[in-house]
């Protein structure tokens, strides 16, 4: 296990980068905020088998942050985060400040218009244009490279996937499977806010999608039934406050009245004092 190399400006690591695809080298890379968990260790897994050079970003993006949101309280701990690095086989790690990545004020802002607006785009009106902005400029600082994110942000890598689509940006974007603790809860840095109670709790979200997914598999085809179901398995646990459930096209994330094809459940709920999300992909079986 060798201890990655930190880079803290655009300069450095854009040379290092080139540098190594000039040698020929493939690089992998994996945008994070950091505080990382086995979720983020399986992404630089990927990346370390699909390519020969693995760079981290870590990078707290107040871009993607309301002013109503505690930015100051996003957790943080940078020799944790390397070590974690350095057990999935990361070999660059970029760490820029706030100034060296907006040395200015910014004007200019990506937004993606229909995916990044429903869902997390209602609830958070400024989030996703936050999100694409960062991402389009970590991906002109890092250069051509496969682009590693996890599947339990999946409107955000629908937004991601979306942003290089439409700007041709050279990177290959790959979404990665969601990584669960043992009772099915997805693994999220937001974990470390929930009580004891509440992270007893906060498993009914995987079971509501694991109800949604069983009826769809069962043969149920109408949208407004699986969400109506998965919504009674959250009623019963009084610690998860709602605030979505959703059956949508996996590609577009529109709702359709009769289930065919790619389906996403999607689920976002309060829980104590985070806001947790969740999703399960769904192949409905033809018939
Ligand atoms: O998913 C995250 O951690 C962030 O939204 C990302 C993609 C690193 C952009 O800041």
Same mark, same amino acid.
């Given at each position: 296990?060798s201890?990655?190399v930190?880079c803290?400006?655009?300069?450095?690591?854009?040379?290092?980068?080139?540098?190594?695809?000039?040698?020929g080298?493939?690089?992998?890379?994996?945008p994070t905020?950091? +505080?990382l968990?086995?979720?983020h260790? $399986? =992404?630089?897994?990927?990346?370390?088998?699909?390519?020969?050079?693995?760079?981290?970003?870590?990078?707290?993006?107040p871009l993607?942050?309301a002013p109503?949101?505690?930015?100051?309280?996003?957790?943080?701990? =940078?020799?944790?985060?390397?070590?974690?690095i350095?057990?999935?086989?990361g070999?660059?790690?970029?760490?820029?400040s706030?100034d060296e990545m907006?040395?200015?004020?910014?004007a200019?802002?990506v937004?993606?218009a /229909?995916?990044?607006?429903?869902? &997390?785009?209602?609830?958070?009106?400024?989030?996703?244009?936050?999100?694409?902005?960062? !991402?389009a400029?970590l991906?002109?600082?890092?250069?051509?490279c496969?682009?590693?994110?996890?599947?339990?942000?999946?409107q955000?890598?629908?937004?991601?996937?979306?942003m290089?689509a439409?700007?041709?940006?050279?990177?290959?974007?790959v979404?990665?499977?969601? !990584?669960?603790?043992?009772?099915?809860?997805?693994? $999220?840095?937001?974990?470390v +806010?929930?009580?004891d109670a509440?992270?007893? #709790?906060?498993?009914? =979200?995987?079971?509501?999608?694991r109800?949604?997914r069983?009826?769809i !598999? /069962?043969?149920e085809?109408?949208?407004?039934?699986? &969400?109506a179901?998965?919504a009674?398995?959250?009623?019963?646990?009084?610690l998860?406050?709602?605030?979505y459930? #959703?059956?949508?096209? #996996?590609?577009?994330? /529109? $709702?359709?009245?009769?289930?065919?094809?790619? !389906?996403?459940l999607?689920?976002a709920?309060?829980?104590?004092?985070?806001? =947790?999300?969740?999703?399960?992909?769904?192949?409905?079986?033809p /018939?």
């Amino acid at each position: 296990m060798s201890v990655p190399v930190v880079c803290t400006t655009i300069d450095e690591v854009r040379a290092r980068l080139d540098a190594e695809r000039g040698a020929g080298r493939t690089i992998g890379f994996v945008p994070t905020m950091g +505080y990382l968990h086995d979720g983020h260790a $399986s =992404l630089v897994r990927a990346a370390r088998g699909e390519c020969d050079v693995v760079v981290v970003s870590i990078f707290v993006n107040p871009l993607q942050f309301a002013p109503t949101e505690d930015l100051a309280a996003y957790p943080r701990d =940078l020799e944790r985060d390397l070590g974690v690095i350095a057990g999935a086989g990361g070999d660059v790690v970029f760490h820029p400040s706030v100034d060296e990545m907006y040395p200015h004020r910014v004007a200019t802002t990506v937004s993606v218009a /229909g995916v990044g607006e429903r869902f &997390e785009g209602a609830s958070r009106p400024t989030h996703f244009a936050g999100v694409a902005t960062v !991402v389009a400029k970590l991906f002109a600082i890092v250069g051509p490279c496969r682009a590693y994110f996890g599947e339990k942000d999946f409107q955000q890598l629908c937004v991601v996937r979306r942003m290089a689509a439409d700007l041709s940006l050279p990177v290959t974007v790959v979404g990665a499977p969601i !990584v669960r603790e043992p009772d099915g809860l997805a693994m $999220s840095s937001r974990n470390v +806010y929930l009580s004891d109670a509440d992270r007893a #709790a906060a498993p009914a =979200l995987y079971r509501a999608l694991r109800a949604g997914r069983d009826l769809i !598999v /069962g043969g149920e085809r109408d949208r407004a039934r699986v &969400e109506a179901a998965m919504a009674s398995v959250v009623a019963d646990e009084p610690l998860v406050e709602l605030d979505y459930v #959703a059956a949508v096209d #996996a590609a577009t994330l /529109g $709702s359709v009245d009769r289930l065919a094809g790619e !389906v996403r459940l999607l689920i976002a709920g309060r829980v104590g004092r985070p806001r =947790l999300l969740d999703n399960i992909g769904v192949t409905v079986p033809p /018939g």
